[in-house]
């Protein structure tokens, strides 16, 4: 996110992330969830919401810290359920595993399944955070740092 003299609607900023925070949408209102949690999703749906309503941003693109460099990494990961969805919460209020595409692609059946359970089953007992299992702690990490090398590609392309 900019920092706070860079909107050019700082108003309109700050009602959207209070609507954020006390919204249903990634987790039950008041409380930063999995969805809601890593500032890189809150600053993604903040950011989105803030556009949507006419809200800019007076820093460049190549003026960006680092912070909203990750934020475009995170997006750029296209983060989803194992069956693509981008929502986790399924009707009965619990939650799916949540994590980069490529991360779904470099488990096999059994791996995601594993990660999938322990999640669900945890999210079943109430349990907001619900860690992976080694496998798809490593598949995350993978995709996580390959994202990051191709930012630094194209970051070195557009220079």
Known sequence: MPPKGKYTDPELRNEVKEEIHQGDK???PGQWS???VPVLRR???MASEYKKRGGGYQTSKEDQDETQQ???QWTDEKWQTKEGSGTARQNDDTRQRYL???AWEQMNDEEKEDT???KVEGSKKGQQYVSNTGEAKSARQQATRRSQRLQ???D???E
């Open 70 to 72: 990750h934020l475009n």
């Open 43 to 45: 600053a993604q749906m």
């Open 116 to 118: 999938e359970q322990k």
């Open 156 to 158: 070195s392309v557009d």
């Open 34 to 36: 999995a969805r809601k």
């Open 100 to 102: 980069p595409k490529q």
């Open 26 to 28: 990634g987790g039950k």
């Open 152 to 154: 630094d590609q194209n």
